[in-house]
């Protein structure tokens, strides 16, 4: 049976205008690199948006829990980490409200994404390495 190897760091949090923002550095077999997941405030079961800054295969996911996954051309987008903060500082709302999510969207403030990024930027700067691993089966095809 096919395996997969993940490897993830501590996360770090930081709540910022309705929404919990989860850094963390995750390794898949030889990939990998930094996950931004975003949680409504009120339901921090429930992830809106995750951005895969990976370095062979950086991708979102827009619900996280739909199937699949939205690629991103690095050669187009360049750095998938600098990619992911210039969408939280631009269309946050808007790609909260594409996942599904419309009424979350509508009450999030813009402006507020626009001044303080930064702040995920820091938690991006401060997420440890790596340190705990877990192997998985992969279901057979």
């Known amino acids: 049976m096919p395996k997969i190897t993940i490897s993830t760091g501590e996360k ?12 963390l550095q995750r390794t898949i077999d030889d990939d990998g690199g930094y996950s931004i997941e975003v949680y409504g405030e009120a339901d921090r079961e429930t992830q809106v948006l ?5 370095r062979k295969d950086p991708h979102y996911h827009m619900p996280p829990s739909a199937p699949g996954q939205l690629g991103l051309d690095a050669a187009e987008v360049g750095n998938g980490v600098e990619w992911a903060l210039e969408q939280v500082r631009e269309n946050l709302p808007e790609m909260i409200s594409k996942a599904g999510f419309e009424a979350l969207a509508n009450d999030l403030d ?16 401060r997420a440890p390495e790596p340190s705990h691993t877990a192997v998985y089966d992969l279901p057979s095809e």
């Not at 770090?12 to 850094?23: A, D, I, K, N, T």
């Not at 995750?50 to 990976?54: G, L, M, P």
Request: proline letters at 0%; charged letters at 30%; a negative charge.
């Open 110 to 125: 813009a402006d507020l994404f626009r001044t303080s990024w930064e702040l995920i930027r820091d938690a991006v700067d």
């Open 12 to 23: 770090e949090s930081v709540v910022l205008g309705g929404l919990v923002f989860e850094v």
């Open 50 to 54: 995750r951005f895969d800054c990976f």
